[in-house]
């Protein structure tokens, strides 16, 4: 099984400012049929069932601001929100779908500093 | 507007049954995966299941594996997790998911979720 690590498992940023996330995969999941990284990220606010925010490790979905923004290829990849908002308190989950079983990275909670 | 409304959670026992369901509407059901996926209390998520569009291709977690059958019914747009044996550790909020795309590898990326359903397995 690919294994998703996450870190920091929690991090408060001030408003305004920046907030990395670091995701690493035991085992790259960059496909070669494709040549794209079958990475996810994923935001879950209290209560809130998860919501997309960028898949193929970099493409942004449709409503998501581009405060947003994830990068990475193989087995390291980021998701950076470049202002924290107060509406980005949440939980945020990588995720692989490279290869079954599917896995999600454990989870980092951002706050507000 | 897409939806999922999952239903048929609650209290079961160690070892018993039950039946989620996932009514879907505002699209084609019969042309995009479908994902299960959980959550324990206070806890991360986890992969469950998957099926395609057609219903003729279906994966599952190592820890349901054999005990869950996932299943759909595109007559009444309803997804479907059979769970028996149930465990303590199977205790969770219960998601259904949508693909974003028809064929994999887009269509094990979920863009809409519902609120989801709690099963609680406790003697």
């Known amino acids: 099984d690919i294994v998703m690590t996450q870190s920091p498992d929690s991090l408060a940023v001030s408003l305004g400012e920046r907030a990395t996330i670091n995701c690493k995969s035991s085992?790259?999941?960059?496909?070669?049929?494709?040549?794209?990284?079958?990475l996810t990220w994923y935001q879950q606010k209290p209560g809130q069932p998860p919501k997309l925010l960028i898949y193929?490790?970099?493409t942004r979905e449709s409503g998501v601001p581009d405060r947003f923004s994830g990068s990475g290829s193989g087995t390291d990849f980021t998701l950076t929100i470049s202002s924290l908002q107060a509406e980005d308190v949440a939980v945020y989950y990588c995720h692989q779908h490279y290869t079954f079983p599917l896995t999600f990275g454990q989870g980092t909670k951002v706050e507000i500093k | 507007e897409v939806q999922l409304l999952e239903s048929g959670g609650g209290l079961v026992q160690p070892g018993g049954s039950l039946r989620l369901s996932c009514a879907a509407s505002g699209f084609t059901f019969s042309s995009y995966a479908m994902t299960w996926v959980r959550q324990a209390p206070g806890k991360g998520l986890e992969w469950v299941s998957i099926?395609?569009?057609?219903?003729?291709?279906?994966f599952y977690a190592d820890s349901v594996k054999g005990r869950f059958t996932i299943s759909r019914d595109s007559s009444k747009n309803t997804l479907y997790l059979q769970m028996s044996s149930l465990r303590v550790e199977d205790t969770a909020l219960y998601y259904c998911?949508?693909?974003?795309?028809?064929?994999?590898?887009?269509?094990?990326?979920?863009?809409?979720w519902g609120q989801g359903i709690l099963v609680t397995v406790s003697s």
């Open positions: 099926i395609s569009g057609s219903g003729g291709s279906t």
């Open positions: 085992q790259s999941v960059l496909s070669s049929s494709n040549n794209k990284n079958h």
């Open positions: 193929w490790a970099s």
């Open positions: 998911a949508k693909g974003i795309a028809e064929v994999a590898p887009g269509s094990r990326i979920l863009d809409y």
